[in-house]
């Protein structure tokens, strides 16, 4: 069985590769990398690439995959979209995150991209259902510049100074993959979330 992940950045591959190794030796993954599709998602909106991401999925089911995971937020629910056509299930790696924070009723969400939040809030949304939750939002001022400069180091820096000033919440959710290693390096006693981890391992049981 082969999992294939579309990403937007060629940082995340060997974020999952070593997820893998750590939790699901043995899993085949094939890593597809568009950074394009952030790029115009962020200029004119996720459904602008929807039909380019719903080809470059049916384009791994033909090439094997059994399963796919779309490691991008801001294109997720595009993503999961495609798979009505493509016969295969398509997990969003946020979801996991997200069923776990909507159990809180006080949710705070760090985005390092503001084009992240209103899939991450549409996804809390779906996640509560009719559970009252209070969900606040922060951009990271600077992250995503120090990200896309290739200072990864910079930018958890920053994510996690800014999860240590959060106050009053019960929760601390990590909207975009990038984020993920701030988690090691808050000193916050709030839970804080990430989603490789969860959303790997949804997919992997999907995929098995």
């Known amino acids: 069985m082969t999992l294939a992940l579309l990403h937007t950045s060629p940082a995340h591959v060997p974020v999952f590769d070593a997820l893998r190794d750590t939790d699901h030796p043995g899993l085949a993954l094939r890593h597809l990398v568009h950074e394009d599709l952030l790029t115009r998602a ?27 995971l779309c490691t991008c937020s801001t294109i997720g629910a595009v993503a999961e979209s495609a798979a009505e056509t493509i016969g295969v299930p398509v997990l969003r790696v946020d979801r996991p995150m997200a069923s776990a924070a909507a159990e809180r009723e006080r949710v705070v969400v760090l985005a390092a991209l503001a084009s992240t939040l209103a899939p991450t809030l ?6 509560a259902g009719d559970r009252s939750v209070e ?16 200072d990864r180091d910079g930018c958890l820096d920053l994510v996690a ?15 975009q993959t990038s ?15 990430s989603s490789p981890r969860p959303g790997l391992a949804a997919a992997a049981a999907v995929a098995r």
């Open 161 to 175: 100074a800014a999860a240590d000033a959060v106050r009053d919440a019960d929760v601390i959710v990590l909207a």
């Open 135 to 150: 969900v606040r939002t922060v951009v990271v001022d600077g992250a995503w510049a120090r990200f896309e400069a290739g």
């Open 179 to 193: 984020m993920a290693g701030a988690v090691t390096r808050t000193a916050t006693r709030i839970p804080v979330l």
């Open 42 to 68: 962020r200029e004119s909106g996720p459904e602008a690439v929807a039909d380019d991401v719903r080809a470059l999925l049916a384009g791994a089911v033909a090439e094997g995959a059994s399963a796919i």
């Open 122 to 127: 549409a996804l809390l949304a779906e996640e």
